[in-house]
């Protein structure tokens, strides 16, 4: 079968090219942003990638089209599909009807924590011997790849709130149909498609409603907006985590920086996690992850063994490298409460040492100004902050996150970012660059600017 894929070269449509070509279909893919890694992970799975958006592409006809959700009426590709009636479907009815069927899903679903819990969990599974398949919007480094179709029965999947398609307006979660169900979090986003927290609350209550009564779902204690959506109705056993107080899953004798602590499951200690990754917001997707698995039948302390040698998603916190004694992190945090608990690993791992943070305000409610008065508080603990203003901005950076003082850069153009980190930065200093974008490859142009 001949599956043709617009809007291939993103992380999930990505994942379903690699999951189709696996199960021996014949795959090929259009997209504005064919280039590395994802189109080198492509090609190398034989995958015949094409650039834009041609009707072209599209002869002779496939045998299917899966449209990514960026795609979107007067996309030329899009027309051609309609005008010549040629069979569509969106990634994650695709993903349903073809592997999903008959999988024991686990979705990690959250505004926050989704790819990190969900890179955890596929390892914790892996690490037992399962031989999961997942679906992931990153790149596990216990994987190297953001998607496997796996071994029967177990299946991983990033359950995302986005919408599904041009076509099909609900989120992308309803299409799982999971039996164990992570909800890590819940706030306010994609303010491009939801018009208030309510509406997000109403489609997360659409998921809880596809979780069988034999299934298990995974809810934080003390996360109101996710007791709201529970209080709409729900038909599933619940277990609740939480890193503080004394939830079914919780810890005790935690590392201030999150690096080492100790798991409860329900009043018995199931070993002591000592990693390499940081925050608070880890310790709590760790729990979620470990509640996930044993209900697929993983003790706890086999999960936490597990979680010992786990390496964290790429752009997750990553270390780009370090020069002259000053580090450069790479991470994906584009929302206040992301930005914030980044931050305070960060500052708990690092002391004293200057944080000198680099923000790109890049997504779509980012770039709406919606979360642009939570944005001064989320970075108060660097020390220096720089902010990538463009005009195309909808806000005013520098009266917005006037309550830095002097602490606050806001500049246009990245190279005066740039010039700016590398005059100042020193030994010791930690460099911390968030974006849930390529952000002009400033990543390694700070490394190369330094090492001169």
Same mark, same amino acid.
């Given at each position: 079968m001949h599956i043709h894929i617009l809007g291939i070269c993103g992380t999930f449509m990505g994942g379903i090219a690699l999951i189709a070509r696996s199960m021996g279909h014949q795959v090929s893919g259009s997209d504005e942003n064919v280039y590395p890694p994802m189109s080198t992970q492509l090609e190398a799975a034989g995958i015949r990638l094409l650039q834009g958006y041609e009707p072209v592409h599209l002869e002779p006809a496939p045998d299917q089209v899966v449209v990514g959700n960026a795609m979107s009426r007067g996309n030329p590709a899009v027309e051609y599909l309609l005008e010549r009636g040629l069979p569509y479907t969106s990634g994650p009815q695709w993903l349903a009807e073809n592997l999903l069927q008959d999988s024991w899903v686990l979705a990690v679903a959250g505004t926050h924590g989704k790819t990190s819990t969900s890179s955890m969990l596929a390892w914790i599974l892996e690490?037992?011997?399962?031989? #999961? &398949?997942?679906?992931?919007?990153?790149? #596990?480094?216990?994987? &190297?790849? @953001?998607?496997?179709?796996?071994?029967? #029965?177990?299946?991983?999947?990033?359950?995302?709130?986005?919408? +599904?398609?041009?076509?099909?307006?609900? @989120?992308?979660?309803?299409? /799982?149909? #999971?039996?164990?169900?992570?909800?890590?979090?819940?706030e306010f986003d994609h303010a491009d498609i939801f018009d208030d927290l309510e509406a997000i609350e109403r489609q997360f209550h659409h998921l809880v409603r596809t979780v069988p009564g034999n299934g298990l779902i995974i809810s934080p204690l003390n996360d109101g907006n996710l007791h709201d959506v529970l209080d709409m109705g729900c038909w599933t056993p619940v277990e609740h985590f939480d890193p503080d107080f004394e939830a079914s899953w919780h810890v005790t004798n935690a590392a201030p920086d999150g690096s080492s602590f100790d798991v409860v499951c329900e009043t018995e200690n199931a070993g002591r996690v000592e990693w390499s990754l940081t925050g608070r917001h880890n310790v709590s997707n760790a729990l979620s992850a470990l509640a996930a698995a044993r209900h697929a039948g993983v003790p706890p302390a086999v999960g936490v063994a597990a979680?010992?040698?786990?390496?964290?998603?790429?752009?997750?916190?990553?270390?780009? &490298?370090?020069?002259? &004694?000053?580090?450069? /992190?790479?991470?994906?945090?584009?929302?206040?409460?992301? *930005?914030? @608990? +980044?931050?305070?690993?960060?500052?708990?791992?690092?002391?004293?040492?200057? *944080?000198?943070?680099?923000?790109e305000p890049r997504s779509n409610t980012m770039r709406m100004g919606v979360h642009a008065g939570l944005l001064a508080d989320s970075l108060a603990l660097a020390d220096e902050v720089w902010v990538y203003a463009p005009e195309s901005l909808g806000w005013d950076a520098a009266s917005v996150l006037s309550g830095l003082g002097k602490r606050l850069h806001a500049h246009g153009r990245t190279q005066s970012i740039v010039d700016e980190v590398v005059a100042q930065a020193g030994e010791g200093d930690q460099v911390l660059v968030m974006s849930n974008g390529g952000f002009e490859g400033i990543h390694q142009r700070l490394l190369d600017a330094l090492a001169l």
């Open positions: 690490y037992a011997g399962l031989n #999961p &398949g997942f679906l992931i919007g990153g790149v #596990p480094e216990n994987f &190297g790849v @953001s998607a496997r179709a796996g071994k029967a #029965p177990f299946f991983v999947v990033e359950a995302d709130e986005y919408d +599904t398609a041009f076509f099909d307006k609900r @989120s992308k979660f309803v299409h /799982y149909r #999971p039996r164990t169900l992570v909800m890590n979090n819940l979680l010992a040698e786990f390496r964290n998603v790429k752009r997750r916190m990553e270390l780009r &490298g370090e020069v002259r &004694g000053v580090r450069v /992190y790479d991470d994906f945090a584009h929302h206040p409460t992301a *930005i914030s @608990s +980044t931050l305070d690993g960060l500052r708990r791992h690092v002391g004293e040492q200057r *944080i000198l943070a680099v923000l």
